[in-house]
């Protein structure tokens, strides 16, 4: 049996397997091929891979990995995890199960976006969430944010990097909140957005007339766990919905810890997805292991 089963191969998986394999502890690496920036062809803000493709990047921690005998990667989906006799039941979609003493679960968020027709093809490529991933490829372009509740924070955040803002927050902000965002500098469209589509190198936007634009942030969109274990196995959750961790990515279930979007501390705000963060995490967590299983 191995120690560890980690379920998810995107940058938290992967560096926690880095981490195991450098310390001779034996682990299963299952992935189901579902990234969180799986649609992306260049990722930034990543130290020493700014604008690298996130597939490349994945590809090449899998490479170094294979110098390490005592880990193991598995394609596949894993369906659910259950405590057990001898530690934890990982089954497959497959029908087989593995056990292991520990799980480390990185499984990741999924997004899910507004009903706008058309924003799930651009989502990654001209239709984006973060302004430190995204931002300043449209430096001194026009740019669009797309939802109003949370668009006066994310005009505050652009507002240095991009030429112009326009927020089409399809009616739901008073007077009061459009004018605090035109005091901004940014215009407010306020007709319902019926459509998006790629246009030139932008978006156009379809809101009672059409708006083109750089890009699109979307700021009404909501996230979940991709994944189901947090709630077969009863884990301590957040407000953020994410799963509640201590500083060495420890559930509040022992012998199950977590990594990457899907944790983070109550210290924490709220979840702070970025790949280098997603890393970290999954070194953390597995030190942690690493620890345990060396004072057992
Ligand atoms: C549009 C977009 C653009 C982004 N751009 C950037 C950027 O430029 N820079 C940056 O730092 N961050 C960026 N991010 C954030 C970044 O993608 C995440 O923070 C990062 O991927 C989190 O890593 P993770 O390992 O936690 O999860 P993920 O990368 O989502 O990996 C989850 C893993 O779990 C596996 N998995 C899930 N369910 C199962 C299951 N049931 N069975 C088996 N395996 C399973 C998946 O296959 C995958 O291997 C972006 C996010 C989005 C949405």
């Known amino acids: 049996m191995r120690d560890v089963i980690i379920i998810g191969a995107g940058p938290a998986g992967l560096q926690a397997a880095l981490t195991l394999g450098r310390m001779h502890r034996t682990a299963l690496v299952v992935d189901s091929g579902e990234y969180r920036n799986g649609p992306v062809l260049h990722m930034h803000n990543v130290v020493a ?3 690298t493709p996130p597939a ?22 894993v ?40 924003l799930a093809e651009l989502w990654g490529l001209r239709a984006f969430t973060c302004p430190f991933c995204d931002g300043h490829e449209f430096a001194g372009r026009r740019v669009g944010v797309l939802g109003g509740g949370r668009a006066e924070h994310l005009v505050r955040m652009l507002r240095p990097i991009v030429g112009s803002l326009t927020v089409f927050d399809g009616g739901e ?20 957005v019926t459509a998006v589509a790629a246009h030139d190198d932008g978006v156009r936007v379809s ?8 890009a699109l942030f979307v700021t009404n969109g909501t996230t979940r766990q991709r994944a189901p274990f947090p ?15 201590d500083e060495f990515g420890r559930t509040s279930l022992p012998g199950v810890s977590a990594a990457g ?7 924490v705000p709220g979840i702070m997805a970025a790949v280098t963060i997603a890393a970290a ?16």
């Open 281 to 296: 995490a999954g070194q953390l967590a597995a030190a942690g292991i690493v620890q345990e299983l060396a004072m057992a």
């Open 56 to 77: 490349e990047f994945r590809a090449t921690a899998r490479a170094q990995l294979a110098a390490y005998e005592t880990i193991t990667l598995r394609e596949g989906s």
């Open 79 to 118: 369906t659910a995890v259950s405590p057990a006799d001898d530690g934890f039941a990982v089954r497959f979609a497959d029908g087989t199960t593995e056990h292991a003493p520990r799980v480390l679960l990185a499984t990741g968020m999924a997004d899910d976006l507004p009903a706008v027709p058309g």
């Open 261 to 267: 979007d899907l944790a983070h501390r109550a210290a």
């Open 173 to 192: 902000l008073d007077a009061q909140a459009r004018s605090a965002l035109e005091e901004l500098g940014a215009d407010v469209h306020s007709a319902p």
């Open 207 to 214: 809101a009672g007339g059409e708006v083109d634009v750089g």
């Open 49 to 51: 891979n700014d604008g």
């Open 231 to 245: 709630e077969q196995l009863g884990l301590r959750m957040l407000p953020s919905g994410a799963i509640e961790i």
